[in-house]
């Protein structure tokens, strides 16, 4: 059975920084496309970043030199590293991980920036 628990989602001021974790289990993430997604309320889902099963990353315009994707392979964890957050990041942000006809969802975490 796959799960993805995604975690360190709160609320921050603008300017802010947030950790996000997605934990994984069932699969081995360094195998896996895995991905960092979000959904604003009345908006569709996005992706926000995402890091190939070779290490490549790629990112958002909006989001490109302040959020980072990274691979922990011994935790079989990734994260996403947010810094310099705008009230438009406010969002639900889910954990994806796809390779070939599989794709797993987390069931998301709140980020809310506000003063």
């Known amino acids: 059975q796959v799960q993805l628990v995604e975690s360190g989602g709160g609320l921050v001021h603008p300017g802010g920084s947030l950790r996000l974790s997605c934990a994984a289990s069932?699969?081995?993430?360094?195998?896996?496309?895995m991905g960092w997604y979000r959904q604003a309320p009345g908006k569709q889902r996005e992706l926000v970043a995402a890091i190939a099963s070779g290490g490549r990353t790629n990112y958002a315009n909006s989001v490109k030199g302040r959020f980072t994707i990274s691979r922990d392979n011994a935790k079989n964890t990734v994260y996403l590293q947010m810094n310099s957050l705008k009230p438009e990041d406010t969002a639900v942000y889910y954990c994806n991980a796809g390779r070939f006809a599989s794709d797993y969802w987390g069931q998301g975490t709140q980020v809310t920036v506000s003063s």
């Open positions: 069932g699969i081995i993430v360094s195998l896996y496309n």
